[in-house]
């Protein structure tokens, strides 16, 4: 990894394809960008698809000759995610980045009547993961990128309690959900590793970043506090996605990595190696997870336990 690394290091793309999760704005856009100047064929997977066709013009524009597809997917409605898989057309997928995400919303459900924040931003990716494993398994150097959060640091995942219906409190909804991408990156690595698959499972976080979640998501005071976070501490989203591009696509990336801004407290900088929080790492957490996920989502992976054939 050098310390300077940018978008304009990513190695070829040509012939490989991605599917980019909330590609309409933000972090996801500049992703999808940068992955598609690079020569890869691009899906946006997006719940808007109005946004996302403005979306996809515009890195057309940016990127002329880019290979670009809008696809519709609400993660918030596992029927949404099932319609996505199946009429995805391709054979093979190089790369899932697990990027769109909700931020402390009010209390709200999915339509699975699941929190909306754990429906969203894990269940909802779990379940895209898991449809879609047998296609990255027949690609080549497949990648799954799932996105975490500075936040998953004050994170606990609440088994007595996942859809937090006692004590609800938006940031703690996030950060529970947070600490559930990290969870899961991890244990997907393990189950891949004793498969003995050869796709990666990674994580990233994009630090400290100015996009639309400070602005779509939190109400009142919170909502107040991230506007001028966002003017003061904040780095932008060419930055902000850095880290992400680095996990999808860097040579010396392994399963199981984890990847942030290098800057004070992880909130800017270059993308650098940055470690999960001990109840992340804990490989009880993992399999608990992993089977209420299934269980909740209908999804099984059909991947045996670290350590179990």
């Not at 997917?73 to 995400?101: C, H, K, Q, T, Y």
Request: proline share 4%.
């Amino acid at each position: 990894m050098t310390a300077k690394w940018s978008a304009d290091q990513i190695a070829d793309e040509t012939g490989r394809t991605s599917v980019v999760t909330g590609a309409n704005s933000g972090l996801g856009l500049v992703t999808a960008r940068e992955l598609a100047r690079a020569g890869a064929s691009v899906v946006l997977a997006c719940r808007n698809v109005q946004k996302g066709e403005a979306a996809a013009a515009e890195i057309g524009a940016a990127v002329p000759g880019a290979r670009l597809q809008v696809s519709e997917l609400d993660l918030s409605s596992l029927a949404s995610v099932r319609r996505f898989a199946g009429a995805l057309e391709v054979g093979e997928l190089n790369v899932l980045i697990n990027n769109a995400g909700i931020m402390m919303p009010p209390q709200q459900q999915t339509a699975d009547g699941f929190e909306l924040q754990f429906g969203t931003n894990h269940l909802g990716h779990f379940a895209l993961t898991g449809l879609l494993l047998e296609r990255l398994g027949r690609a080549e150097a497949a990648r799954v990128v799932t996105l975490s959060s500075l936040e998953h640091k004050s994170g606990h995942v609440r088994f007595d309690d996942l859809q937090l219906v006692h004590g609800y409190a938006p940031r703690k909804a996030y950060q529970q959900s947070k600490l559930a991408n990290a969870v899961f990156g991890l244990e997907l690595d393990r189950r891949l590793r004793a498969a003995g698959s050869p796709v990666l499972s990674v994580l990233a976080h994009p630090g400290y970043s100015d996009t639309n979640l400070q602005s779509t998501g939190p109400t009142g005071l919170m909502k107040a506090f991230l506007a001028v976070g966002n003017r003061v501490l904040a780095q932008n989203a060419e930055q902000g996605a850095l880290p992400t591009l680095y996990a999808a696509t860097a040579a010396d990336v392994r399963g199981g990595d984890y990847y942030g801004p290098d800057g004070f407290q992880e909130m800017r900088g270059r993308p650098t190696k940055v470690k999960v929080i001990a109840e992340g790492r804990d490989p009880a957490v993992g399999r608990r997870l992993w089977e209420v996920s299934e269980e909740l989502t209908g999804v099984e992976y059909g991947l045996p336990s670290a350590g179990v054939s």
